[in-house]
């Protein structure tokens, strides 16, 4: 699991790398999901912000809920 991580983040990064030299224009957003405990923290910015905010919830949803029934005990 810790080298698909490492593979999946050098391969993002390679891509991000890929388009910022081919020089495409297009507009750029951002959003950000943080949680503290239980409390959501959200930002974002950019004409797509709202639906990179609604994925980071529901991947932060999921991964939670992923948690909770890994920990339980049967």
Do not use: E, Q, W
């Not at 750029?28 to 974002?44: A, D, K, L, N």
């Amino acid at each position: 699991m810790l080298v698909a991580g490492l593979v999946l983040v050098f391969a993002g990064a390679l891509v991000v790398f890929a388009a910022t030299a081919s020089g495409g224009s297009g507009s750029s957003s951002s959003g950000v999901v943080i949680f503290i405990g239980p409390i959501p923290i959200v930002f974002g910015s950019g004409p797509y912000s709202a639906l990179l905010i609604l994925a980071g919830a529901i991947l932060a949803a999921v991964s939670i809920a992923i948690f909770v029934i890994m920990r339980r005990k049967r």
